[in-house]
């Protein structure tokens, strides 16, 4: 991706996700940045390279990494980021703190919430759109949607089986991996197969989308590494940009709630090509739990 179509938040995101690739002397790069952008952002690339105890090549190469050909440009950009950030998590220092032990209930609500809220803003700032409109195509033009993941990549993927269902398109989520496994095995380029892992390394999941793209079958792939190996089995991938570094959490934080977003655009989507289908469709479901739908 070119430097001028980058956003002011692509910096953080990518070295998140680039973090477990880098050499050790990269990741002292890393580090800096990511612990203090603001301060990494006025350093020239000695300083830098003297504070992580390396060289002006490793910071060229991590530059490079995180999708920059010049360092001046990553500079620039980590400054517009970092106004943004400070709009965006106010008074709460979601960055250089976490929730601790110690801490008391609102604090704890603040800082999921500042976190949570800044999973879905670097999501929606990273996510490929055009990739996002070729996978709403291919759903919508499914005999049959298959959704795969597995801890809680699996409660997204119910979440968007249901949805899509209750718009009269078939879905189907699979509860555990020899279901999963044995139904893509029969899928064929009338279907679409949709795996989600925020790692892209989940040995089942990346199986399953693996069986899923030789049968024929489109696969789409949710997850935060797009250089992972799920995303290598996928047509089409669609990226994530979730915060999951605090040692309180199970790691399904930020990350599901970012796979959430992109999952309802995905069925918000669907539903907007066939409005009139869409719209007779959930009123016969609230009908069926005896409610009314709103607005009707």
């Known amino acids: 991706m070119a430097t001028e179509q980058r956003t002011p938040r692509t910096v953080l995101t990518e070295t998140r996700a680039r973090y477990d690739e880098l050499r050790p002397s990269e990741r002292r790069i890393a580090d800096a940045l990511l612990a203090d952008p603001e301060a990494f952002a006025t350093q020239s690339i000695g300083e830098i390279a003297a504070a992580a105890s390396t060289s002006t090549t490793t910071v060229v190469r991590f530059t490079r990494t995180v999708g920059f050909e010049r360092f001046r440009d990553l500079r620039r950009t980590l400054a517009e980021q970092n106004l943004r950030e400070r709009l965006a998590i106010a008074a709460v220092d979601v960055m250089s703190s976490d929730v601790s032990p110690g801490d008391g209930m609102d604090d704890v609500v603040a800082r999921v919430a500042a976190n949570e809220s800044l999973s879905i803003a670097d999501t929606a700032a990273a996510v490929d759109v055009a990739a996002l409109t070729t996978a709403v195509g291919a759903i919508a033009r499914a005999r049959r949607v298959d959704l795969f993941g597995v801890g809680a990549s699996a409660i997204v993927a119910v979440d968007l089986q249901r949805k899509l269902s209750r718009i009269g398109r078939v879905a189907l989520e699979w509860p555990e991996p020899h279901a999963a496994w044995t139904a ?57 940009a979730a915060r999951e570094a605090a040692p309180l959490r199970s790691g399904a934080l930020g990350s599901r709630t970012a796979q959430l977003l992109l999952g309802d655009c995905l069925y918000i989507g669907v539903a907007q090509l066939d409005a009139d289908a869409t719209t007779d469709a959930l009123r016969r479901t609230y009908a069926a739990v005896g409610r009314t739908l709103p607005g009707a």
């Open 184 to 240: 893509a095995a029969v899928l064929d380029e009338t279907a679409v197969a949709i795996a989600i892992s925020h790692s892209g390394s989940t040995a089942e999941t990346v199986r399953f989308l693996r069986l899923a793209r030789a049968s024929g079958a489109t696969t789409v792939a949710i997850t935060n590494d797009d250089a992972s190996p799920l995303a290598a089995e996928a047509d089409v991938v669609l990226r994530t």
